[in-house]
């Protein structure tokens, strides 16, 4: 516990707290709110009485429709195990939990989704992150590099949170490659896998056969707060995950497993293609005042920081009522800063006038 830090992120929100109408560019989740129909499937859900634990696993229904999901897009059957978890951090945990023994390294990218190092450093593990700054493309050879007789896993996201890379056919090939000299256990974290908005969306687990998927449901439908995720990949792991589950969240949300079916039926493209367009804001404003890389997905911009130093320039932000977030809680570097574009139109347009203003 000694080894965990939550004080980069606490800072904004403490200085946020301060701020009477902040311009909020910091949070991490969509402004659109859950569709309705799985917002009724829910309510009919407690109202049909489905308010109890459900399997482990998660609610046969659910988990027949994630499998079907995987044998169309992955031709995978009943050789894998699927568990349905509490949100993407859930099967994050389990997974970390149940593989990492004290001692064993995990490569991932920097920067990262803050959870990893922590999740890692919780285990007893040793975080390896592998730069990719500063285009935030994965370097093969440096993965490559960074793998030893200790490494357990290697966690790629993509789309990326919180520099909003996505991986090509041939990145994500180059480092299936890698991990298969050893037959690493690639962890592929998609939770933002509806949100691309260049070229199609290509997972891991389509290259790759020792890869543990993980998607959500938090970003895709904005369904942040129902915590609803799931886990697919070797059938070994995903017992011992699910006996882990079964003695820590016992099962997920059971309303929100039922409304989750639903979900997968929701068409959210009208959402994607708004955050395209707000996308294409962000770059045009900042491109060129900062010399911002475009972002292909997920709703984040990672910015270089006007004269490197982010902390300075996020407290110069929050002091004009921008909230950003320091790139120093998402990487060993402090030179970015992220900026979230799931705000309203007229909030994003603010504060990229303040922050051009600023640069
Ligand atoms: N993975 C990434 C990359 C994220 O950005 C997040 C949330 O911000 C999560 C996982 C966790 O999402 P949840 O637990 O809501 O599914």
């Known amino acids: 516990m000694r080894l965990l830090d939550a004080s980069g992120i606490r800072k904004v929100f403490d200085l946020a707290g301060s701020l009477d109408d902040p311009i909020n560019l910091s949070i991490g989740q969509p402004d659109f709110d859950v569709p309705d129909q799985i917002k009724d499937a829910a309510i009919d859900a407690i109202r049909r009485g489905l308010n109890r634990y459900t399997p482990t696993q998660g609610m046969v229904e659910l988990r027949d429709r994630i ?61 390896v992150p592998v730069d990719t700054y500063p285009n935030f493309r994965p370097d093969p050879q440096k993965i490559a590099d960074a793998v030893t007789d200790r490494t357990r896993m290697v966690i790629i ?48 687990a389509s290259i790759y056969e020792n890869t543990l998927l993980m998607r959500g449901f938090s970003k895709s439908y904005a369904m942040t707060g129902w915590r609803m995720g799931f886990c697919v990949g070797p059938k070994s792991i995903i017992e011992k995950m699910t006996m882990l589950q079964q003695y820590t969240f016992v099962c997920a949300p059971s309303m929100a497993q039922a409304a989750s079916i639903s979900a997968m039926d929701a068409e959210v493209s009208d959402h994607v293609s708004d955050y395209r367009r707000k996308r294409d804001m962000v770059f045009d404003a900042l491109e060129e005042a900062f010399g911002l890389i475009k972002p292909c997905g997920a709703f984040y911009a990672f910015v270089p920081a006007p004269g490197g130093n982010a902390t300075a320039f996020v407290e110069k932000a929050i002091a004009n009522n921008v909230l950003i977030i320091p790139g120093n809680v998402f990487s060993g570097r402090d030179t970015h800063f992220r900026i979230s574009y799931a705000a309203s139109d007229e909030k994003l347009r603010q504060g990229l006038d303040i922050l051009k203003s600023l640069a």
């Open 67 to 127: 499998s079907a999901g995987c044998a169309e897009e992955f031709g995978w059957g009943d050789e894998k195990g699927y568990l349905v978890t509490s949100g993407v951090s859930g099967a994050l945990l389990l997974a970390i939990l149940t593989l990492v023994n004290p001692g064993d390294e995990v490569i991932f990218t920097d920067p990262y989704f803050v959870m990893y190092s922590h999740l890692v450093n919780l285990s007893g593990g040793v975080p």
């Open 157 to 204: 996201n993509s789309p990326c949170n919180p520099t909003g890379a996505v991986y090509t056919a041939g990145e994500l090939r180059d480092i299936a490659q890698v991990a298969s000299k050893r037959d690493l256990l690639i962890v592929s974290d998609e939770i933002y896998n509806l949100f691309c908005y260049d070229e199609p969306f290509v997972s891991m």
